[in-house]
């Protein structure tokens, strides 16, 4: 009947300026091994010697002990030699003693000018081609609209339109009240200097009806609106609605899109009337208080000489163009989106700065229009 096998050992003592550590035993790492401290000894040698004696069946753990005297033996300066231990443990332990090489730190290269100049024009391009393609899909859907086979539901469309409309009247109003009163505040300190108080019902009624009240209500919308149908849209494609709309045979254009578009488009002439009639109030009640002492009846005679119907009907027609401009850059975003409530998020911030940056492009370019039409 064979022996059990000897479980690990390890027998040390100095010899002259020497450590003898002697290794001997079967060493398996499923197996408790001796540990390398409790065998140092005081004061340190000059030498270590690592004498396999009685070595049986071995595995990593003998290479883990052997790593372990190499650490103290290269912490304290003592030379190691080593006798009769098997070529592979000693291959192992040299493994374990190499240190992967650190990665040299390479810096962020700085894209090349051409290089980044045609990054962005790439992403512009596409980004011009996944609009032109939403337009074109709205240019259809208005085509099967009257003719009867578009998939729109009027019950969708009253219901953002409500949203959009009168719901949004309070903080419209406000801003629009605010506008007013710093549009009267700032020309009464330039044409008070040439006596001519009753001039800032001219700049105040121009500067609404034109440009500030369908600019705020735009704005106002951009935000308010533009943002909630991103996150709509982009909530329906994250659920996998928008997918499963088309799996049906609807769709998403005429279901989801045109609604919100057209709500924007027939709700924001009105907002943009409310929003001139808040302005022209905020300018009113400037003009009444000191030092100005305007009363309302000469300010709303003076206001009526100088704004008439083309005034009223240009800021009209950009009121109109801007809320195709919101509905459109909203909804293009909330299509986009991620499918995660990240890209959610992202989606409705992309949807303001969009549909913000549509607005002025389209007003500059209404103001050199109507310039050279002279209206």
Not at 163 to 186: F, N, R
Request: hydrophobic share 50%.
């Amino acid at each position: 009947m064979s022996e059990p096998p000897s479980s690990a050992r390890v027998q040390a003592a100095l010899q002259g300026d020497a450590l003898v550590v002697r290794l001997g035993g079967e060493w398996r790492i499923t197996e408790p091994r001796p540990a390398w401290n409790s065998f140092v000894q005081e004061p340190k040698p000059a030498r270590l010697r690592l004498v396999a004696d009685g070595l049986g069946a071995w595995d990593s753990s003998l290479a883990l002990f052997l790593r372990e005297a190499g650490l103290w033996a290269e912490l304290h300066g003592v030379t190691v030699e080593s006798v009769g231990l098997p070529e592979g443990v000693t291959k192992l332990t040299a493994l374990l003693a190499q240190k992967p090489a650190k990665p040299a730190e390479q810096k962020p290269a700085v894209p090349g000018l051409f290089n980044a100049v045609g990054l962005v024009t790439f992403a512009f391009w596409g980004e011009i081609k996944d609009l032109s393609r939403l337009v074109g899909e709205c240019a259809y859907g208005i085509g099967r609209f009257f003719r009867g086979q578009a998939q729109f539901r009027w019950r969708d469309c009253l219901s953002e339109m409500q949203q959009c409309g009168a719901m949004a009247l309070p903080i419209v109003g406000l801003i629009s009240y605010l506008v007013g009163i710093t549009l009267a505040y700032t020309g009464s300190i330039v044409v008070r200097q040439y006596g001519g108080d009753i001039w800032v019902a001219d700049m105040v009624g121009l500067a609404v009806t034109r440009e500030m009240g369908p600019m705020m209500a735009a704005i106002v919308l951009a935000g308010r609106t533009g943002a909630a149908f991103a996150a709509t849209l982009g909530n329906m494609k994250a659920n996998e609605e928008i997918d499963a709309l088309s799996t049906l045979g609807v769709s998403p254009i005429d279901f989801l899109v045109m609604p919100r578009i057209v709500a924007l488009f027939c709700m924001m002439p009105f907002l943009t009337l409310y929003s001139n009639c808040m302005g022209l109030l905020g300018g009113m009640t400037i003009a009444a208080l000191p030092p100005l002492n305007i009363p309302p009846s000469l300010y709303w005679a003076e206001t009526q000489t100088i704004v008439d119907l083309s005034d009223i009907n240009t800021g009209l027609i950009k009121a109109a163009v801007f809320g195709l401009l919101i509905g459109l850059a909203g909804c293009w975003r909330g299509l986009q989106a991620d499918r995660s409530a990240v890209g959610v998020g992202v989606a409705a911030t992309r949807a303001v700065v969009t549909s913000i940056l549509l607005i002025i492009v389209s007003d500059s370019i209404f103001a050199v229009i109507f310039n050279i039409l002279g209206w």
